[in-house]
């Protein structure tokens, strides 16, 4: 890992393993990661004071717990892309993600939901803990109208409301950590277990970045996203149809060659397809597509490029 990942990993185990109100979590992940880029020994007595806050599976992970994981996933992400410099477009998607968001199954988070247009044409979309939602500015452009977009960020609160990003983590690592850490709260730990504890925690992020950029979500959790997608649309006034839309055009677009983006992280679009038409013919009377909506949508993105 390079140095800013590591730097970034230590800032998640410390917030992580921080319990409510304690000074780690005041201070936020960003005063670690502005220091020296290593834990230091008070950050080190704070983790071992609160080392009863590791749990065993990822059930047992707090919401604050989840944030502080998702801030330290955002960050990476965004060590990877560049936020896209579009103050509107970006106003545009948080209104509609924050609605979306309020009428799912789960409309709140410790942190709250935030949604960041990234400034790639690569085609992609990423959820990770505790609501931090990227879309690229390639997948944006595929998108003919709001319907579309809501589906796709519907897509992306689903993985959220049912924690998929926190069940990428390999349960071994959590384990492991406990047993580093123990319950002896009042001792210190010395470099050795400092150091390996740290690596269990950079192994937390890796395999949750691994996730959304580079592996995917297993197909089941993408099945169970859209289902929710096309729930938590309708329930937000939307048609549901914007989702089969999209997937009939990334169908038509599929590259010869090697996969990337969201073709290398979300099953075949003709496999989501079936399963999405028989799922949204199952919702019955619906909402209708409005044209102050494609009006709206074609505001926002007039300007994109």
């Known amino acids: 890992m390079s140095a800013r990942t590591k730097a970034l990993a230590a800032a998640a185990l410390a917030a992580t393993l921080a319990l409510a109100g304690c ?18 020994r008070e950050d080190a007595q704070s983790l ?78 990423m959820a990770a803990p505790g609501g931090f939602i990227f879309v690229t500015k390639g997948l944006v452009n595929r998108c003919g109208d709001e319907e579309t977009l809501a589906a796709i960020l519907a897509h992306e609160i689903g993985h959220v409301a049912e924690r ?48 959304l950029v580079e592996r995917g979500y297993d197909r089941k959790f993408e099945y169970e996203a859209d289902k929710l997608a096309l729930s938590f649309t309708v329930r937000t006034g939307y048609s549901p149809g914007g989702l089969a839309e999209f997937l009939v055009g990334m169908e038509e677009h599929k590259p010869s060659g090697t996969a990337a983006g969201w073709f290398k992280t979300h099953p075949s679009p003709a496999d989501r397809l079936a399963r999405v038409k028989t799922e949204t013919a199952a919702l019955g009377a619906v909402p209708a597509r409005l044209d102050v909506r494609t009006a709206r949508f074609a505001e926002a993105v007039k300007n994109l490029r």
């Open 48 to 125: 071992v004071r609160t080392a009863e806050a590791v749990r065993s599976t990822f059930a047992e992970i707090t919401e604050e717990e989840e944030y502080y994981i998702g801030r330290a996933t955002a960050a990476l992400i965004l060590s990877k892309y560049t936020p896209y410099r579009n103050e509107a477009l970006n106003a545009y998607v948080n209104v509609m993600g924050t609605v979306l968001a309020y009428n799912s199954d789960r409309p709140e988070t410790y942190g709250g939901y935030h949604f960041l247009v990234l400034d790639t044409d690569e085609v992609n979309a």
């Open 164 to 211: 998929h990003g926190l069940q990428s983590i390999k349960k071994s690592r959590l384990l492991d950590a406990f047993k580093v850490i123990g319950s002896e709260a009042s001792r210190q730990f010395n470099s050795e277990e400092l150091a390996k504890v740290t690596g269990i925690f950079e192994g937390v992020l890796g395999d949750v970045v691994e996730t």
């Open 23 to 40: 000074q780690a979590i005041k201070q936020g992940a960003a005063g670690i990661i502005a220091s020296t880029g290593k834990v230091s």
